[in-house]
């Protein structure tokens, strides 16, 4: 059970995969979660790095899409500076908002990876949808009521992987 959550890489920030490390992977579209792993809700507009890090991947032909458990509007509203595609309603930890996005696209399973920064939605849903999952650190660490409940469970969620992954911890980069 608790493999479910195992993330295939752990990463500080998004901004740290190069378009090289995931075309060495064969990955060839990312899919973020929106909050706390793209945007932070005290920095709606993104930062400059972030841009940085889109830019590269438009540059590289690499799709960015977010996947969002929020709602349409709640999203169209968080993108209007950043102008990416989206799949809102995502009902993550079901694999169906991931699933629509690489059908989208037509990319196989292997082909995609799903950055987050949450167990119990982002990490179980890739695994769920079998892609390839990034765990992030949250961009602010003070969350929405829903989102403090799951980091509750994210707590013995960590310390059973850590038990059973004694390996597993944040790389700078994919590897
Ligand atoms: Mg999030």
């Given at each position: 059970?608790?493999?479910q ?7 500080p ?21 929106l ?22 991947l ?105 038990h ?12």
């Amino acid at each position: 059970m608790i493999k479910q959550f195992k993330p295939t890489w752990m990463i500080p920030a998004i901004y740290n995969v190069t378009p090289a490390q995931l075309r060495a992977r064969g990955i060839k579209a990312v899919f973020a979660d929106l909050d706390n792993t793209l945007i932070a809700w005290n920095n709606p507009d993104g930062t400059p790095e972030l841009k940085k890090w889109m830019h590269g991947l438009q540059d590289a032909g690499i799709p960015l899409v977010v996947v969002s458990n929020n709602s349409e509007p709640r999203i169209a509203k968080a993108l209007e500076k950043l102008d990416l595609p989206f799949v809102s309603r995502a009902l993550k930890p079901l694999p169906l908002g991931i699933g629509k996005a690489r059908k989208q696209l037509g990319l196989r399973r292997e082909e995609v990876v799903m950055v987050g920064d949450q167990y119990i939605t982002d990490m179980w849903a890739s695994h769920l949808a079998g892609v390839r999952s990034i765990l992030v650190r949250p961009l602010v660490t003070t969350d929405a009521w829903n989102t403090r409940i799951n980091r509750f469970f994210e707590r013995f969620i960590k310390v059973r992987l850590a038990h059973l992954y004694p390996e597993m911890h944040f790389q700078e980069e994919l590897k």
